[in-house]
């Protein structure tokens, strides 16, 4: 796989000035730093895809991640190339097998998510069929190790508290944090850095900052990632889908404690 990628990235916050205004109805003036929103455009084979609103960063490791986390590409290898275009508003990502259109592709329709302004362009079929989840390796130190990391870290969250953040860890060591705008784009980029720098997914840990509802399960499930943490709550369909794939589900997951959900028996 080999990533062209000529986005030089640019400045993900702009300072602006606000009135600071208390019960007392006194008032001083204050300032704000707000993250910019972008969007990009992906193409599969030249196929129009998808097109996400965004945190400008990482856009590589979000376009694979999110073809990943979709089931339209199980490993490293299914990948010939990715483009991204110097404004960053346009990928195009190459694929060694051509993608299946279902019925009705090309239509435009709005993803569920907490990016009101992620859409799908076209509709390709899954690859990868939901299957259940090998047993997860992993210790209770590797996990209060991922959540430490959640004070340590996220910088544009600290500057701005307007992100969500996803953390990844491999066979126990630390990686790297993902910001973004979404808590799903977050998490595709973890999985695409990890695709792009070639760790198994079975020797992954997730720790995101979002809550867990059903998508959030699934794009674990279908990544084959086996664990999946975060330090908010899952919805009970989350669980009994963690349950069913074996997903091993830690939430409210805090320095002195976390809850445990589902996982292989």
């Not at 209060?144 to 910088?155: D, P, V």
């Amino acid at each position: 796989m080999t990533i062209n990628n000529r986005f030089e990235q640019i400045k993900q916050t702009v300072r602006v000035a606000t009135n600071v205004v208390r019960p007392d109805k006194t008032a001083d003036a204050g300032v704000s730093d707000l993250l910019r929103e972008h969007f990009i455009e992906a193409s599969i084979n030249e196929k129009p895809a998808f097109r996400l609103a965004c945190t400008p960063n990482g856009l590589a490791e979000l376009v694979l991640g999110r073809i990943v986390t979709e089931g339209l590409i199980k490993k490293r290898s299914d990948v010939e190339s990715v483009y991204i275009c110097e404004t960053g508003s346009a990928a195009k990502i190459y694929l060694k097998q051509d993608m299946e259109l279902l019925d009705g592709a090309g239509e435009l329709y709005t993803e569920p998510t907490c990016c009101t302004e992620n859409t799908f362009l076209g509709s390709f079929r899954s690859v990868k069929e939901l299957q259940p989840l090998p047993r997860a390796a992993y210790s209770e130190e590797h996990i209060f190790a991922l959540i430490g990391k959640f004070r340590e870290n996220a910088s544009l969250h600290r500057q701005t508290k307007g992100t969500h953040s996803c953390y990844l860890s491999h066979r126990g060591i630390y990686q790297g944090v993902f910001e973004d705008i979404g808590r799903h784009n977050a998490l595709d980029k973890a999985v695409g850095y990890a695709l792009i720098n070639g760790l198994s997914f079975q020797d992954c840990i997730l720790f995101t900052t979002g809550r867990v509802p059903v998508d959030m399960v699934k794009k674990a499930v279908t990544a084959g990632i086996p664990v999946l943490v975060s330090k908010a709550v899952p919805t009970m369909d989350a669980v009994e889908m963690a349950k069913r794939y074996h997903l091993t589900l830690i939430c409210k997951a805090w320095p002195d404690s976390y809850e445990l959900y589902g996982g292989a028996e």
